[in-house]
């Protein structure tokens, strides 16, 4: 079995060495082959120096250095698509999370296919960090029906399988367990401990919470509809299309019955105008569900996930 580690770095030079010595002490302990991607992700410090020096020294070190900063959900993309292991744990790089907890993490694995951080005891600012957090959390365990309490912990382990068919965009990484889980994967949480950031600036403000609330919506798009748009589109077109047709139907039969005027009543600019977004609603279902067609089609992109082939197969 093999571990990959995968952690993205940016401007994080003040971290790197304590953050190697800890990680190395940690996973030499643990007996099993191990890897360390560290992915530098644009950094304008000296991070990247100090990466290569301390390659240069250890083979188990792997680096990756991305052209500008992309962000840490690209980061950990890159850190995935470069691993080797059986097992990935993500975490931090800036040593608010611990190392010692990887050990427990990759005990719980045997039983789970992914295990998800909880800092019980977050050592952030309150209200700039853990309230929208704790507001976060409930919000995207409603709506995506999978309980976890802490999504914005990087500090996880996933088989490989579980990455595998995963295309992360925006700041979906804290998605991944919820997204995983309709595939039927095992999901597991632990506490893990928490440090204050003690050296160099954390990367993120509360702007972080409106974009991941967005992503949510995405998430909570793909998981209902994305194989059959017009299941969503069609109802709301079929409705307002409806309504407006026996609006204009009542204001017609009114004007051959009673003969009174209906040009200048705003009943009549309501009708018309619930017929056109009614159009618009089912003919944008229609343009996504031909969307969705291309996607797969153009992707090879199945609609299903196989866990497992029993028997000879294309594997
Ligand atoms: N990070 C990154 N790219 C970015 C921002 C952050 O690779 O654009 C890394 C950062 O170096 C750290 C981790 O992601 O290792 C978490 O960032 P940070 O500590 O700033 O986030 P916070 O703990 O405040 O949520
Ligand atoms: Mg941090």
Redesign the pocket.
């Known amino acids: 079995m093999t571990v990959s580690v995968v952690?993205?770095?940016?401007?994080?030079e003040e971290n790197v060495r304590e953050l190697h010595g800890r990680l190395k002490a940690v996973l030499d302990a643990i007996g099993t082959d191990y890897e360390v991607l560290f992915?530098d992700?644009g950094s304008t410090d000296s991070t990247l120096t100090l990466l290569q020096d301390i390659q240069a020294r250890d083979n188990r070190i792997i680096v990756l250095s991305l052209r500008r900063?992309?962000?840490?959900t690209a980061?950990f993309a890159a850190g995935f698509d470069y691993s080797r292991g059986d097992i990935i744990v993500t975490m931090?790089?800036?040593l608010?999370n611990d190392p010692n907890d990887i050990p427990k993490l990759i005990e719980m694995m045997k039983d789970n296919d992914l295990v998800s951080g909880w800092r019980k005891k977050r050592k952030?600012p309150f209200l700039s960090?853990r309230l929208p957090s704790i507001m976060a959390n409930w919000l995207i365990s409603k709506v995506t029906g999978v309980n976890l309490h802490d999504y914005?912990c990087?500090l996880k382990a996933y088989k490989r399988d579980v990455i595998k068919n995963l295309k992360l965009y925006g700041e979906m990484h804290r998605f991944i367990p919820a997204v995983a889980s309709w595939y039927g994967v095992r999901i597991a949480e632990v506490e893990t401990t928490h440090h204050p950031?003690l050296r160099g600036?954390?990367?993120?403000g509360i702007s972080r919470t409106v974009r991941v609330v967005l992503d949510l919506i995405t998430v909570k798009f793909l998981q209902s509809f994305s194989t059959k748009p017009l299941q969503f589109f069609g109802p709301v077109g079929l409705f307002s299309g409806a309504l407006g047709f026996f609006i204009s139907l009542y204001l017609a039969l009114g004007k051959i019955f009673t003969g009174r005027e209906i040009g200048g009543r705003p009943l009549l600019l309501l009708g018309a105008l619930l017929i056109i977004v009614g159009i618009q609603f089912i003919g944008m279902g229609l343009l996504g569900e031909m969307m969705v067609r291309v996607y797969h089609e153009t992707q090879k992109k199945p609609i299903y996930v196989i866990k497992k082939v029993i028997g000879p197969g294309k594997q």
Do not use: T, V
């Open positions: 952690i993205p770095l940016y401007n994080e992915i992700d900063n992309f962000g840490q980061a931090d790089g800036d608010q952030d960090r914005g990087s950031r600036k954390s990367k993120y």
